[in-house]
């Protein structure tokens, strides 16, 4: 089985973000889609930062969803710098003002009927809050969290492409070499009863491919491809600082 990415190197094209941004009426179908999308991925994020914040595990989902619908009723969506556009930094900016404005949370949501946000699974977005340090700040939690949605949305894409390729059982005996470990590829070899050399190519190319599918997902939250490079380096340094407070 071949990881190499089935996309090449084109231009920076327009994200979902870049969309959302160039876009003055929110009413517009895709920009609309564009931003549900943005939010469906960012959900996990956001009620972290609340649940740290003392709110209610019910009072957390409830501001997610109210907040989210606020964004389509929010001019300053239009007015964001499109030259210096992140959506990770502008969303928790957004927040931060949602929450100081005391919002309607009824009001908004009988306003929001044609923003549908696909929720998390509460149960595990809980459990992930439980693994992490106790005295983290909200907006730590916050990075964490987008930063692991990153890799876990990332690996998905994978794994369903290895899926309809019916090689889910080679994509999950290859995926914990994705973390750098070589030690244990000759008992994955072993495993897969298939020689150490072709592991270690397969290894390779599914670190190429994964490599491409963050790039993927960082690039629809960025307007410009400079920004895909800087924030896939901030990625790295917020894993790398979540796994030494481990």
């Not at 409830?62 to 030259?83: C, G, P, R, W």
């Not at 005391?102 to 009001?107: L, M, P, T």
Request: charged share 30%.
């Amino acid at each position: 089985m071949r990881f190499d990415s089935d996309r090449a190197d084109f231009p920076f094209q327009t994200t979902r973000w870049s969309l959302v941004l160039s876009v003055q009426d929110l009413e517009n179908s895709e920009a609309r889609d564009a931003l549900a999308e943005l939010c469906n991925t960012y959900w996990r994020p956001i009620y972290g930062f609340l649940r740290r914040r003392k709110y209610s595990h019910h009072d957390a989902q409830d501001l997610t969803q109210s907040f989210f619908v606020s964004l389509l009723h929010n001019e300053s969506i239009q007015q964001a710098d499109q030259t210096r556009g992140r959506f990770r930094s502008y969303l928790l900016g957004a927040l931060t003002k949602f929450l100081a404005n005391e919002w309607d949370r009824q009001h908004a949501q009988k306003r929001g009927g044609h923003l549908e946000i696909h929720s998390l699974d509460a149960e595990d977005a809980e459990k992930f809050l439980a693994q992490l340090p106790a005295d983290l700040p909200a907006e730590t939690i916050y990075e964490v969290s987008w930063a692991d949605t990153t890799v876990k949305n990332a690996l998905k894409k994978l794994r369903d492409k290895a899926s309809a390729r019916g090689r889910t059982g080679l994509f999950d005996a290859l995926q914990v070499h994705l973390t750098g470990d070589e030690s244990s590829q000759e008992q994955t070899a072993k495993t897969l009863g298939l020689p150490v050399n072709a592991v270690h190519t397969l290894v390779h190319r599914l670190r190429r491919a994964y490599r491409d599918a963050l790039r993927d997902e960082i690039a629809e939250t960025v307007t410009t491809s400079t920004d895909i490079d800087e924030e896939l380096r901030y990625l790295r340094q917020v894993l790398e600082g979540a796994r030494s407070r481990d």
